[in-house]
C-alpha cells in the first residue's frame, strides 16, 4: 500500500532562519504531490503541488518543494520563516488515476520563535 | 475559487444517537467528495470516497454500517455517524475536486465530542 511518512514531528525555529521539512512516500508509479498547511483553528489549505514538468515548485508565501523522484521524496523548503508560519503541515500524495484520494503524512508542527 | 462547505462545525452528542454531517460543494459540482478523519495531532485518515449517484467506497477498517455516507446530488454528501459512541469523537473533514486529479478543496470540518 502507499504511504507518506514525514520525518520530523515538531521543529522549532527561529525568526529568518531556514526551513525544510521532509517527504518521502512509497509508490513506483506515476503520482501527484502536494503541500498542505493548517493553521491552528483553521482548516486544510493548499501550499503547492506537483503534477509534472519542472521538479521544482513554487508555492505561496514562499515556499517551495522539490521532486526528485530517484528518492521518492518532496521536501518543502522556506528561505527565511515568518512567527505567522506556525502552523501544521502535511504532505500528501495522490496515485494517478486514482481520482483525488489523498494519502497524507503524520504531519509536522513547525514553530516560530519571534 | 472552488469552496467547499461542512455544516456544522461544532456538534456534541450522547452515545447512541446518531449524527449527520453535511459536505456541499458551493460553486462547482462534485461527482466525488472524500470524507477524512483527523485525532488530535495526528494526520488525516481517508474513511471513504462518495460517489454521486452510487455506494461509497469505505477504506479497510472502517465500518460502512456505523459510518453511512449518501451522495445524492452533484453538490452534496452527507456522512452520518449512527450508534455514537467517545471514541467516534473526532474531527471530520470533507473535501471535493473539481475533476480527476484537481487539487483537492476542504471543507472547514466538524468537531464531533461525544459525551
Known amino acids: 500500500a502507499q504511504s507518506v511518512s514525514q520525518h520530523n514531528h515538531h521543529v522549532i525555529l527561529s525568526e529568518a532562519a531556514s526551513l525544510e521539512l521532509g517527504c518521502n512516500y512509497s509508490?513506483?508509479?506515476?503520482?501527484?504531490l502536494f503541500w498542505y498547511v493548517q493553521y491552528p483553528g483553521q482548516h486544510l489549505q493548499l501550499l503547492l503541488k506537483?503534477?509534472?514538468?519542472?521538479?521544482l515548485v513554487k508555492g505561496i508565501k514562499g515556499f517551495e518543494a522539490e521532486f526528485i523522484k530517484s528518492k521518492f521524496s518532496f521536501n518543502l523548503r522556506k528561505p527565511s520563516v515568518q512567527w505567522s508560519d506556525t502552523a501544521e503541515y502535511f504532505c500528501a500524495v495522490n496515485v494517478y488515476n486514482q481520482g483525488g484520494k489523498l494519502i497524507f503524512g503524520q504531519g509536522t508542527e513547525l514553530s516560530v520563535k519571534p | 475559487g472552488a469552496v467547499v462547505s461542512q455544516h456544522p462545525s461544532r456538534v456534541i452528542c450522547k452515545s447512541g444517537t446518531s449524527v449527520k454531517i453535511e459536505c456541499r460543494s458551493l460553486?462547482?459540482?462534485?461527482?466525488?467528495m472524500f470524507w477524512y478523519r483527523q485525532f488530535p495531532k495526528q494526520s488525516l485518515m481517508l474513511m471513504a470516497t462518495?460517489?454521486?449517484?452510487?455506494?461509497?467506497?469505505?477504506e479497510q477498517g472502517v465500518e460502512k454500517d456505523k459510518f453511512l455516507i449518501n451522495h445524492a446530488s452533484l453538490t452534496l454528501s452527507t456522512l452520518t455517524v449512527t450508534s455514537a459512541h467517545p471514541e467516534d469523537s473526532s474531527f471530520y473533514i470533507c473535501?471535493?475536486?473539481?475533476?480527476?486529479?484537481?487539487?483537492?478543496?476542504f471543507g472547514n470540518g466538524t468537531r464531533l465530542t461525544v459525551t
Open positions: 506537483y503534477f509534472s514538468g519542472d521538479p
Open positions: 462518495s460517489n454521486e449517484g452510487s455506494k461509497a467506497t469505505y
Open positions: 460553486d462547482f459540482q462534485a461527482t466525488t
Open positions: 473535501s471535493a475536486s473539481l475533476q480527476g486529479n484537481s487539487p483537492l478543496h
Open positions: 509508490y513506483g508509479g506515476t503520482v501527484n
